[in-house]
């Protein structure tokens, strides 16, 4: 045993604010229900803090909060709700969902749609960061409000007696998370490269130019990707023990 879950996060739609549930779902594509939902537009990418050859730089995705109604165990079950600024909550999928968007990005080309052939998550179905990883993240900023709400995390894991960036040495190891037959089985897949995500404002953390450019000496790498093995549920205390991976 190397440590135990401390924090879990779900982002309904991806790209816009989360939820911290207590336990969750996990499949071979991750927590279920996690970024299942995206922001579409007329040209079939999806709303991101980023522009790429699949994403499209829409901002003010992080304004909206969403979060699961009641725990969904399977992708069936996951019609989230869309927090819109000004407070207000519209059931994922309307119509009214839809035009909040629309109005607050001031675009009329797009629509929440949920996931087709293409996976919404970036590169890897979970993604870890470890609590000494995030203090030393803090401390990098040294001046600017900063929490692991910039970094997206699906897993945050306290490791005691660990260094910062522990999670990286687990490359070719496999993780268990939980006891008994419903623990997860994850493989370690590669470190979590970062993008301008971190700079972009959200809820009381605000903008800042130096969120990206405090990993220049890491290649802007930061936390790890996993792909999941084994599904089971995860919950917030799991121990998590590292094994050698032998498949």
Known sequence: ??????????????SMRGE???SAAVDRRGLVGDRLWAVWDAEGRFGSCKDSRRFRRMDGLLDFGTAY?????EAADCEPQLVAPDGTR???????AD?????????????????????HHDAAPLHL???A????????????????????????????????????????????IGQGPGAVLARWAKTTERCRTLNVAQDDL?????????????DLNLGVYLEVLEGGRVHVGDPIAVEADHG
């Open 99 to 119: 035009s909040a968007v629309r109005a607050h990005l001031r675009r009329g080309d797009v629509r929440l749609a949920p996931e087709g052939d293409t996976p």
């Open 133 to 176: 990883t995030l203090d030393w993240y803090r401390q990098a900023l040294e001046d600017v409000p900063t929490d692991e709400r910039r970094l997206r995390p699906n897993l945050v894991v306290r490791l005691p007696g660990a260094a910062a960036f522990a999670e990286d040495g687990w490359a070719g190891r496999r993780l268990r």
């Open 90 to 96: 519209y059931p994922v999928p309307s119509a009214a």
């Open 206 to 218: 605000p903008y800042t130019s130096r969120g990206l450019k405090s990993l220049a000496g890491r």
């Open 1 to 14: 045993m190397v440590g135990s879950v401390a924090t879990l996060w779900r982002y309904p739609v991806k």
């Open 20 to 22: 911290r549930p207590a």
């Open 129 to 131: 960061v470890s609590t």
């Open 69 to 73: 109604p009641d725990d969904p165990v």
